[in-house]
């Protein structure tokens, strides 16, 4: 079906981009249960659905909450309170959804299960005891942040803060509505209303003032996804600009510049950290000792220039958004 949201002068007002890495966590969470062939992704989904399975959460609560297409779970996107909340954040207002909602939400899911189908255990469990099952989401969220989306945010977090700020700099240029009608192919604006088409989920069609809250986002490519709850404004995650050279290897330019400032064996330790990897694999693709590579981590770590990330008994290195920023200015 197709949705439109009428507009008021102060829609437009509240109208605002944040960055959520909660959206990522389910959008990316679908895309590895869903993807196949040549996406823009396909490396990632390489490297992470291996992973994911190992640590048994591709069967849990969040398959539950996140089906394969169609409605899922709202409690799982709550509204941002600011432009760029963590994870924590995001988490605590997971931990917050009223008992009613949650089991509203559960009906919902419920209602589109396939003819004789079942609702899961997870979702049973959920439904008994909100408190403790929202625990237990939270508890699945961060193993599968920690394995499939920390790794690799600073690299997100970086192409998401682009999207924004330029989309906040074409409002200053061309306006709001010229801004939103380039979100998507999906989404129109024409004469104070913003049009929607193919929704699965409905979105208030009234004028409410709250505006609406436009996510980027990395994994929700090539769709849009919505979120509507009464009194909160409707959310909008759209494809950030940029999807298709989100995993592009840096050029060999990049590490011999940065080679000059920190070394060629520490360059060559963030050049390999295209996509995370273990001490062991870093020593290896480095053609360093797993001693040599295990101090140059350490001091790449303490200089801000890489993260590290427990995935069950694997311990990932990661470069974070100063390295990124770095080799991108080197490769300038």
């Known amino acids: 079906m197709d949705v439109e949201l009428t507009f008021t002068t102060a829609d437009l007002a509240h109208t605002r981009f944040a960055v959520s890495p909660m959206w990522e966590v389910v959008t990316s969470y679908r895309l590895l249960r869903t993807a196949a062939g040549n996406v823009p992704h396909r490396h990632w989904l390489a490297e992470v659905r291996p992973r994911v399975l190992a640590l048994g959460l591709g069967s849990g609560l969040l398959s539950e909450l996140i089906p394969r297409d169609g ?8 509204t ?8 924590p954040e995001e988490l605590a207002a997971i931990r917050a959804t009223a008992p009613g909602q949650v089991r509203a939400e559960l009906d919902l899911l419920a209602a589109r299960l396939p003819s004789g189908g079942e609702e899961g255990p997870g979702a049973r469990a959920l439904r008994a005891d909100p408190a403790a099952g929202l625990e237990r989401v939270a508890a699945e969220v961060t193993a599968y942040w920690e394995a499939a ?5 600073a690299r997100i977090r970086q192409l998401l803060e682009a999207d924004v700020f330029g989309r906040a700099r074409e ?7 010229h801004v939103m009608a380039g979100l998507h192919e999906t989404i129109q604006w024409e004469e104070g209303a913003l049009r929607l088409a193919h929704r699965v989920c409905a979105l208030e069609s009234g004028a409410s003032g709250l505006g609406v809250l436009l996510i980027p986002s990395a994994f929700v490519w090539p769709r849009v996804l919505t979120r509507a709850a009464t009194g909160e404004s409707p959310q909008i995650a759209y494809p950030a600009r940029g999807v298709g050279n989100l995993w592009a290897e840096r050029g060999s330019s990049a590490s011999e510049a940065v080679a000059a400032v920190v070394g060629r064996s520490r360059a060559r330790l963030l050049a390999e950290l295209g996509t995370p990897a273990s001490t062991t694999r870093l020593a290896r693709l480095a053609a360093l000792s797993v001693p040599g590579a295990s101090q140059h981590l350490t001091a790449l770590r303490d200089a801000g220039l890489v ?4 995935s069950g008994r694997e311990v990932l290195y990661a470069r974070t958004a100063v390295a990124e920023a770095l080799l991108s200015s080197a490769a300038a």
């Open 71 to 78: 409605y899922l779970a709202d409690f799982l996107n709550p």
């Open 80 to 87: 941002p309170a600011r432009p760029f909340p963590d994870l």
């Open 149 to 153: 989306v920390a790794p690799y945010w």
């Open 171 to 177: 409002v200053a240029e061309y306006g709001t509505g």
């Open 307 to 310: 993260s590290a990330h427990r």
